[in-house]
């Protein structure tokens, strides 16, 4: 059982390493390379609804806000999980 909980957690590794390689020159995010396994975006809000922040696990993403038109309908489907994000430090 040991050998395959090795064997498991190197596979995790050289997959996350993977993408960080396809990555560059900018990281990818994500995956297993962090403490924390959410699939969402977290968005900050003011008391009014502004958005002040918009963060994947821990790392904070730029963003702009738009008014939905009334064409956008509300129905957003069945949406996908985000696993990892590629970002580029400025």
Known sequence: MKDFLRLCLNF?????MRKQELAFPSRYY?????IHGTNVLDIM????GVVKAVWFRC???????AEARAWD??????????TGVEV???
């Open 12 to 16: 995790r590794k050289t997959t996350w």
């Open 30 to 34: 994500g995956g297993m390379g962090t």
């Open 45 to 48: 809000v003011d008391d009014k």
């Open 59 to 65: 790392q904070q993403l730029p963003f702009e806000v």
């Open 73 to 82: 309908g509300d129905d957003t489907g069945t949406l996908p999980l985000i």
């Open 88 to 90: 580029q430090d400025r």
